[in-house]
């Protein structure tokens, strides 16, 4: 054989997504959480930007296919399967030109192998050698969105910088929240959170909403499936409030987009929060505030400092509790959601 042509050299030298034709389909595998899935909005937003034919589907568990609802940068939002070997039947009859990991467990290779094209991983991934191509991890501490950003630019995206979350506009939604709430000023306070490092008191939330209240702010308070008792104890210590349960994740984005201030935990809703452009408070626990914050928007993070912060969460390693949680105080997060309510009502004074 001879030597490979210019053209064939040229192409072997470029990253992925350059040597991909222009109506190339991208699969993209995201599992778990509503924070991961929402927090892909902004890197694939410019990625479509630079690659405006791309096919884009994503795979997500289905309770959070909904964090995609009418988002014009993806084409198709694949859901997993109540079984593994569902989700890879139905991988199985989907061709990609590319199929791009960012989960690195064994499910999620699985799935990668399951669809036909190439796999795309990050070189520390487990069994990395079972991928087509591997990009290495980036060095130091960052974002989330930003660490995305990064393997996309070493698939071949020029970007150097990535927007705001996005969610899109649900207008049926955002009439029923004016139906149901009216005029009236609000601030959505979720006070639930998945685990107890992550989960402040309600009676602190409560003490906010009050604050909250005394500046002419409904509390609304708002939980996901099985966190109603979360809520209903927060609600015992605070007048004038209104609970909204169980709300789909369109309807609770235009509530929170209609909200003056957004208090809550590290949880999907502060995600969804940043998305849909509201202030945001989040009172911060065990996990890694650098990776995780608000993004892009205007936010107060209220986290105290701790030599084990941040851990893995699941439970506190160090005491009976969970000391990084419970030693943010009352004082702390009013005076942080009390900035930011004022910041808007200058913002919004005439010059």
């Given at each position: 054989m001879g030597d490979p042509s210019p053209d064939t050299l040229q192409a072997a030298s470029r990253p992925l997504f350059q040597t991909l034709r222009p109506d190339a389909r991208v699969l993209f595998i995201r599992l778990r959480s509503m924070g991961d899935s929402l927090l892909l909005t902004s890197p694939l937003h410019a990625l479509k930007i630079e690659f405006p034919d791309f096919h884009i589907s994503v795979l997500v568990e289905p309770k959070f296919a909904q964090c995609f609802d009418r988002n014009p940068d993806i084409d198709e939002v694949l859901t997993t399967r109540p079984t593994k070997l569902g989700t890879v039947k139905q991988l199985l009859k989907q061709r990609f030109d590319a199929i791009v990991n960012l989960h690195g467990g064994p499910t999620s290779l699985a799935y990668s192998l399951a669809a036909r094209g190439p796999a795309v991983g990050i070189a520390d991934y487990q069994y990395s050698k079972f991928y087509s191509h591997l990009v290495p991890r980036g060095a130091g501490q960052r974002h989330t969105v930003d660490a995305t950003m990064e393997l996309f630019r070493g698939l071949g995206l020029k970007s150097p910088n990535a927007g705001p979350l996005i969610y899109t506009d649900q207008p049926e939604e955002a009439a029923w929240i004016r139906r149901n709430l009216g005029t009236e000023a609000y601030a959505v306070i979720h006070p639930a959170a998945v685990m107890s490092t992550k989960r402040w008191s309600p009676e602190g939330f409560a003490s906010v909403g009050r604050r909250l209240s005394s500046l002419g702010l409904r509390p609304v308070l708002t939980s996901g499936p099985g966190?109603?008792?979360?809520?209903?104890?927060?609600?015992?210590?605070?007048?004038?409030?209104?609970?909204?349960?169980?709300?789909?994740?369109?309807?609770?984005?235009?509530?929170?987009?209609?909200?003056?201030?957004?208090?809550?935990?590290?949880?999907?809703?502060?995600?969804?929060?940043?998305?849909?452009?509201?202030?945001?408070?989040?009172?911060?626990?065990?996990?890694?505030?650098?990776?995780?914050?608000?993004?892009?928007?205007?936010?107060?993070?209220?986290?105290?400092?701790?030599?084990?912060?941040?851990?893995?969460?699941?439970?506190?390693?160090?005491?009976?509790?969970?000391?990084?949680?419970?030693?943010?105080?009352?004082?702390?997060v009013v005076e942080a959601a009390e900035s930011l309510v004022r910041n808007q009502v200058t913002t919004m004074q005439p010059n």
């Open positions: 966190e109603e008792a979360v809520v209903a104890e927060t609600a015992r210590h605070l007048p004038n409030n209104l609970i909204l349960l169980g709300l789909p994740i369109p309807r609770l984005a235009e509530l929170i987009r209609g909200a003056t201030i957004y208090v809550g935990n590290d949880s999907g809703p502060m995600h969804l929060a940043a998305a849909v452009g509201t202030p945001t408070v989040a009172v911060w626990g065990s996990s890694d505030s650098k990776r995780w914050h608000p993004w892009q928007v205007a936010h107060k993070v209220v986290q105290n400092p701790f030599d084990c912060n941040p851990c893995p969460g699941y439970r506190c390693l160090v005491a009976k509790t969970p000391l990084c949680i419970e030693s943010v105080t009352e004082d702390q």
